[in-house]
């Protein structure tokens, strides 16, 4: 009876370390997910859950096949695979809690340093000259923050390029998943692969809220927009909070000038 167990282990195995490495790498090295980013957004969440599936599945087969054989061996990898299990929820509680605790505070901050915008609801406005803009996720009331340096140096189309992006994020609650690939990379920080796909993500979810703007701007004014935008980066907010700067802003800037 232990024997198709130990195939079963021995198949999970191969498909988490297959999806722990070569996958991953082929994908980060790939050119295509800049041109169709949702499908490669879905593929990274694909890899990150099976391959934590199949990574606790093998260690529970291999315990469970050696049980008949072996009773301590067998329970000490069953136990292991309880322990992964309970590691990687537990990294994932942690770092959700830090990012509500963030960003109640950075809210807090923003209720003394910003004023509703006079025309957009669930807007608030920054007296700061520095061109900005990104969005705080918080339910059914998230803000899109906007500088006065941002509202006087872009067009109305420019800005609504801006909106359209910020909203974008906020709507497909791309927050989600920067919260689960940043606890992936927080549970494995060892892992070279688990900080490169928290960086592929968050370029990903960049490239999907810029497609969301070109349905309802042109990419000439989208384009300006992140150029304005991408210079500066909102000093002390936390990672969970969008705005269009990214490392990436040169591809981005590439991609709609392709």
Do not use: K, N
């Not at 906007?146 to 709507?171: F, M, Q, Y």
């Amino acid at each position: 009876m232990s024997g198709p167990g130990f195939v079963v282990a021995a198949a999970l195995g191969l498909i988490a370390v297959t999806l722990a490495v070569p996958v991953p790498i082929a994908l980060a090295r790939a050119t295509w997910p800049t041109r169709a980013p949702a499908r490669a957004l879905l593929l990274w969440q694909v890899i990150a859950l099976a391959g934590g599936f199949s990574m606790i599945g093998a260690l529970l087969a291999a315990g469970l096949a050696l049980m008949p054989i072996a009773v301590v061996p067998g329970g000490i990898v069953v136990g292991a695979a309880i322990a992964l299990t309970g590691y990687l929820l537990g990294h994932l509680a942690a770092t959700v809690t830090v990012v509500v605790r963030s960003r109640q505070r950075h809210q807090e901050l923003l209720w003394l340093l910003t004023s509703p915008h006079p025309t957009r609801a669930e807007t608030l406005v920054l007296e700061d000259s520095v061109p900005l803009a990104y969005c705080v996720p918080r339910g059914w009331h998230s803000l899109t923050v906007l500088s006065r340096g941002l509202l006087d140096r872009l067009s109305s189309e420019e800005l609504s390029a801006v909106i359209a992006h910020e909203r974008a994020h906020l709507d497909q609650r791309h927050d989600i998943l920067l919260v689960a690939f940043r606890a992936w990379h927080s549970a494995l920080p060892w892992f070279p692969i688990a900080a490169r796909a928290a960086e592929e993500v968050d370029v990903l979810v960049e490239l999907l809220a810029d497609d969301s703007a070109r349905r309802v701007v042109s990419d000439r004014a989208l384009a300006h927009a992140i150029a304005a935008v991408a210079r500066v980066e909102p000093d002390g907010a936390p990672r969970t909070v969008r705005h269009p700067a990214t490392a990436r802003s040169r591809d981005r800037l590439l991609r709609l000038a392709a």
